[in-house]
């Protein structure tokens, strides 16, 4: 079975500061990985995915996350955060293609950026 | 584009109602599915579908059903409204990698 784990279901940064959200994987076979950011009373929209091509992953407003096997390992980063960046963050993982939508997901990371 | 609508977005239920929340995409999408939301506990698979006719369980089916009759509409059903099933519900939508969601319904049992 897949599971994901998110480290910290609360984090708080300064604006300008690195954002760093934490998650990691159980898979028994190669995964596929996502982040999804949900803004408040809002649908979740895909910021990135891993699907076996480049480990380093590049996505929307600025994100990236690396994919480490060794460490089961997908963290999501920004270099410098935004005000707009406050939002929860969820990761999910999925295995197979004909799993089709079923994701399972983390339990979220609240982001709070402070002026 | 419209992607996937939910409707309603809002609902208040007496405890033994039942109803029906909508969910409806327009991308040709195989696979649709629902989740719900709690506080800190992410979002959990309720029931999915990988194409019309085609129906399963996820993680916490009990008190729900579900029918896909065509590609592009899965509604879900609360056959009798308990006061734990106050969530969020999202539907959501696939081809391949990735998922599309809509903007939510919020459910409350009174």
């Known amino acids: 079975a897949q599971s994901v784990t998110q480290l910290g279901s609360h984090v708080s940064v300064s604006e300008g500061a690195l954002v760093l959200l934490r998650c990691n994987y159980s898979?028994?076979?190669?995964?596929?990985l996502f982040w999804y950011v949900q803004y408040p009373n809002q649908g979740l929209q895909l910021l990135l995915k891993?699907?076996?091509?480049?480990?380093l992953v590049k996505g929307i407003n600025g994100f990236e996350a690396e994919f480490k096997k060794s460490e089961t390992s997908f963290h999501l980063t920004k270099p410098s955060a935004h005000m707009s960046d406050a939002a929860e963050y969820f990761c999910a993982v999925r295995v197979g293609e004909t799993s089709g939508s079923r994701l399972t997901f983390g339990e979220g990371t609240q982001l709070t950026v402070n002026p | 584009n419209a992607g996937v609508t939910q409707t309603p977005k809002f609902q208040v239920l007496k405890t033994g109602q039942s109803m029906t929340l909508q969910c409806a995409q327009d991308m040709n999408h195989e696979y649709m599915s629902w989740y719900r939301q709690d506080p800190g506990m992410g979002l959990r698979l309720i029931h999915y579908?990988?194409?019309?006719?085609?129906?399963d369980q996820g993680e916490v089916p009990n008190g729900y059903n579900v029918s896909r009759s065509t590609t592009e509409d899965f509604p879900l059903r609360l056959l009798s409204a308990a006061p734990s099933q106050t969530s969020v519900y999202f539907c959501a939508s696939s081809a391949g990698t990735g998922a599309f969601f809509g903007q939510g319904t919020r459910l409350t049992v009174v």
């Open positions: 898979s028994s076979v190669p995964p596929y």
């Open positions: 891993y699907t076996s091509a480049a480990t």
């Open positions: 579908s990988v194409g019309a006719g085609i129906t």
